[in-house]
């Protein structure tokens, strides 16, 4: 078994803008702070697994602008390999989000590159790796890029970890090649009775997560009590250190305690990527886990 994470994914630039209330529809209201951070469903997922040890691969879209320049830089700056990533014409994928006084978010992401992704191309690249032991997915870039590496993992008995988000219709054939299924509850409930006979983790927020195994075994995992700042990323975080835990042999249980634990640490911090725990808090948590004394958060 290998042991890399690697990560099919979306990289955006994110803007967040600080509001008391989330304007309702033709009403002007005054912001509070703007600030423009590194986001991206997949890139943040592959940033977190990278704090948390794993060596991480990831194969995302860029712009050749400015803003996929400082997103290449970001990727090397945390430790993660973007090599066989594209550079497309055009602008890199941008987030934007109104973050109100309670620490929830609305976000409008644009795609930019991330849509530029092709199947064929990006299973090629993927191939090319030889010491996989996860790929991680979500749904900001063409689900037929995701279904296509998916499928190639299966066919080499590696991992795979699917977090839906934002919410699309699911092929059949993509379901079929996904291991861990990662939703939180809106996204759980709108599967309905989508066919899925693979592992489910299902996120709730600061109650925590429940682990649904093959085999119908559900174990809840409680978050810890924390006061929230900005909820921005914190899906990303646990699916992130979930992913990196697996791929260092980590029993799914313990995995998905830790990254509960990562994601209600982050939820304490404004942004996504910044608000995540650096290398040596989330080595401790993982030990503070697999040692039976999960860390309070925060």
């Known amino acids: 078994m290998g042991s890399e994470v690697v990560v099919v994914g979306?990289?955006?630039?994110?803007?967040?803008?600080?509001v008391?209330?989330?304007?309702?529809?033709?009403?002007?209201?005054?912001?509070?702070?703007?600030v423009e951070s590194f986001g991206g469903k997949g890139a943040n997922q592959?940033?977190?697994?990278?704090?948390?040890?794993?060596?991480?691969?990831?194969?995302?879209?860029?712009?050749?602008?400015a803003h996929g320049r400082a997103a290449a830089a970001n990727f090397t700056a945390n430790g993660v390999d973007h090599t066989p990533s594209f550079v497309f014409d055009g602008p890199t994928?941008?987030?934007?989000?109104?973050?109100?006084?309670?620490?929830?978010?609305?976000i409008v992401v644009v795609s930019g590159a991330n849509e530029r992704l092709d199947p064929d191309a990006v299973c090629g690249r993927f191939e090319a790796l030889d010491d996989v032991a996860v790929v991680v997915g979500?749904?900001?870039?063409p689900l037929g890029v995701t279904e296509a590496v998916f499928a190639a993992a299966r066919r080499r008995g590696i991992t795979?970890?699917?977090?839906?988000?934002?919410?699309?219709?699911?092929p059949p054939a993509l379901l079929a090649c996904t291991d861990?299924?990662?939703?939180?509850?809106?996204?759980?409930?709108?599967?309905?009775?989508?066919?899925?006979?693979?592992?489910?983790?299902?996120?709730?927020?600061?109650a925590g997560a429940e682990l649904i195994e093959r085999d119908g075994r559900r174990t809840s995992v409680a978050a810890p009590v924390v006061q929230a700042r900005d909820s921005t990323g914190a899906g990303d975080c646990l699916v992130g250190a979930f992913a990196a835990a697996l791929a260092r042999g980590v029993a799914p249980l313990a995995a998905l305690r830790f990254g509960v634990w990562c994601a209600a640490a982050s939820v304490t911090r404004p942004g996504a990527q910044p608000s995540y725990p650096d290398p040596a808090e989330a080595e401790a948590a993982l030990a503070a886990v697999l040692a039976g004394d999960v860390p309070a958060g925060g």
């Open 20 to 34: 008391d209330t989330v304007p309702q529809a033709g009403e002007t209201v005054i912001g509070g702070r703007v």
């Open 180 to 206: 861990w299924l990662v939703v939180n509850e809106i996204e759980h409930r709108s599967l309905g009775a989508v066919p899925y006979d693979g592992s489910l983790v299902v996120t709730s927020g600061a």
């Open 160 to 170: 795979t970890v699917l977090n839906p988000a934002p919410f699309l219709p699911l």
């Open 138 to 141: 979500q749904c900001e870039i």
């Open 46 to 65: 592959a940033v977190m697994a990278a704090r948390c040890g794993a060596p991480v691969v990831m194969i995302t879209g860029l712009g050749d602008d």
């Open 93 to 106: 994928g941008m987030a934007h989000i109104w973050v109100d006084r309670t620490g929830e978010n609305r």
């Open 10 to 18: 979306s990289t955006n630039i994110d803007v967040i803008v600080t």
